[in-house]
């Protein structure tokens, strides 16, 4: 069993940054891909960043130039820096891993970002 555990969302102007980490329980070599999701009231929840387990990265257009995601194996720590945040930004971001052994999904908690205008 993996958990999933966020920090680092808050409330920040429009410009600013936040960096999200999520750390996992247990193993990470057999957590590929690991990422970010959001969901905005009203809105679907839609994939913002994901990284393999060899580093490849994927990003939605809308955040491409201004987030960037990363993991740290050793920790055991996936990180959404996010710079440039706009109003549009704000949702419930969640983290996801899918286990390969296991062919499963683990999801976190939630940290909220809020990004005022």
């Known amino acids: 069993q993996v958990q999933l555990v966020e920090s680092g969302g808050g409330l920040v102007q429009a410009g600013g940054f936040l960096r999200l980490s999520c750390e996992a329980s247990?193993?990470?070599?057999?957590?590929?891909?690991m990422g970010w999701y959001r969901q905005a009231p009203g809105k679907q929840r839609e994939l913002v960043a994901s990284?393999?387990?060899?580093?490849?990265?994927n990003y939605v257009d809308s955040v491409k130039g201004r987030f960037t995601i990363s993991r740290d194996n050793a920790k055991r720590t996936v990180y959404l820096q996010m710079n440039s945040l706009e109003p549009e930004d704000t949702a419930a971001y969640y983290c996801?891993?899918?286990?390969?052994?296991?062919?499963?999904?683990?999801w976190g908690q939630g940290t909220q970002v809020t990004v005022s205008s």
């Open positions: 247990g193993r990470m070599f057999s957590l590929s891909p």
């Open positions: 996801h891993a899918h286990d390969l052994v296991m062919n499963r999904d683990y």
């Open positions: 990284v393999s387990l060899r580093g490849s990265t």
